[in-house]
């Protein structure tokens, strides 16, 4: 019971630190260039990890694949210039038809380029989210906040001119 107690204080204790900290947000942005997650992790949002690398992961995975096919389909038109025509498409495609193998590889091609994209893309959302998540780590949300109208009386105005005032007052 203790224990708990104590564990509790250190993870105050050390959160406590990355709010007074000015550099949290580019250390975390830092930290999530180098290893992505990592200035999620840095900054106390761990939960972020599993979407950071999921996004990486299917990008790549998508990248790969698409790389791999539009490889093939190259392979495939070469070889049917060439006047072999014992191909995995040679069921799909004609042998007439060897300009649908040059579609397939730029079909291929463009979702590669895409896939490349969104990989570059998750990579910078990933260094992004950190800088701002740390960023929003500093935000000061006490329990004492308050809204109370002040309405100012004052007649002794020359101009009598009719406005709407804000003033907040931070504790």
Do not use: C
Not at 36 to 43: D, E, I, K, N
Not at 135 to 148: I, K, R
């Amino acid at each position: 019971m203790e224990s708990q107690k104590i564990e509790k204080d250190s993870i105050n204790i050390k959160k406590e630190k990355l709010m007074n900290d000015p550099l949290t947000p580019a250390k975390a942005a830092f930290y999530s260039a180098i290893i992505p997650g990592l200035g999620q992790v840095y900054s106390r949002r761990s939960w972020m990890v599993p979407i950071i690398y999921g996004g990486l992961g299917a990008s790549a995975y998508y990248f790969d694949y698409n790389k791999k096919e539009a490889n093939k389909y190259r392979t495939a038109y070469k070889r049917r210039l060439n006047g072999y025509f014992d191909d995995e498409y040679i069921d799909i495609i004609p042998e007439t038809d060897t300009e649908k193998l040059l579609e397939g590889m730029k079909f291929h091609r463009r979702y590669k380029d895409v896939s490349f994209i969104f990989l570059i893309g998750t990579y910078v959302l990933n260094i992004i989210d950190a800088n701002v998540g740390a960023h929003l780590l500093q935000f000061n949300v006490s329990d004492d906040l308050s809204f109370e109208p002040y309405i100012n009386n004052d007649y002794l105005n020359i101009n009598q001119s009719i406005g709407l005032s804000l003033k907040i007052n931070i504790d």
